[in-house]
T-cell receptor, first 115, second 110 residues
């Protein structure tokens, strides 16, 4: 495996379900990110982790709960989501958490549909 | 607050044509500007990164320019090919995070 991988690639869930998205990076990077890409909207940063510590929460609702057990893995736990949360969720990584100053490497994303 | 605008939202051209994609931004206090490519159902691939002190970057048939004073960047694609069909996103690297535009969806027709 190379680069940034995400599972599952597609997910359909009801509003009362609990599910988790997984991201793994094989690049030896120290920073990882969750982004949300909705139709007709720009990519939005959700969370930033640097050396397993959360350094940014971009006013994300608590129904999204991130977890970073180590520098290579990042999870996004989902519970009681709303239909407007349906989107493509992208994970990214970079060498350092000055992510705006260097290239970020993106995974293929998880397409989420909330019914 | 940084705002990024990409025009046009969609573009369709015949194969072989040279084309320009535009990106404008409101805050010139940036560290860099990046152009990404996104294929349908896939993540983003970084194409070019221009540091704030640079004016342009080139990679193969791609050339990106940056003019901070006017708040503009262009991505020039030479001799376009059907394989260039994708959505192209520009992103501004500020003090804290990347700010993305909505993208330009490019279709190159054979």
């Amino acid at each position: 495996e190379t680069g940034v991988t995400q599972t599952p690639r597609h997910l359909v869930m009801g509003m009362t379900n609990k599910k988790s998205l997984k991201c793994e990076q094989h690049l030896g990077h120290n920073a990882m990110y969750w982004y949300k890409q909705s139709a007709k909207k720009p990519l939005e940063l959700m969370f930033v982790y640097n050396f397993k510590e959360q350094t940014e929460n971009n006013s994300v609702p608590s129904r999204f709960s991130p977890e970073c057990p180590n520098s290579s893995h990042l999870f996004l736990h989902l519970h009681t989501l709303q239909p407007e949360d349906s989107a493509l969720y992208l994970c990214a990584s970079s060498q350092w958490a000055s992510g705006s100053q260097e290239t970020q490497y993106f995974g293929p994303g998880t397409r989420l549909l909330v019914l | 607050k940084q705002e990024v605008t990409q025009i046009p939202a969609a573009l369709s051209v015949p194969e072989g044509e040279n084309l320009v994609l535009n990106c404008s931004f409101t805050d010139s206090a940036i560290y860099n500007l990046q152009w990404f490519r996104q294929d349908p159902g896939k993540g983003l691939t970084s194409l070019l990164l221009i540091q704030s002190s640079q004016r342009e970057q080139t990679s193969g048939r791609l050339n990106a320019s940056l003019d901070k004073s006017s708040g503009r960047s262009t991505l020039y694609i030479a001799a376009s090919q059907p394989g260039d069909s994708a959505t192209y996103l520009c992103a501004l690297g500020g003090s804290e995070k990347l700010v993305f535009g909505k993208g330009t969806k490019l279709t190159v027709n054979p």
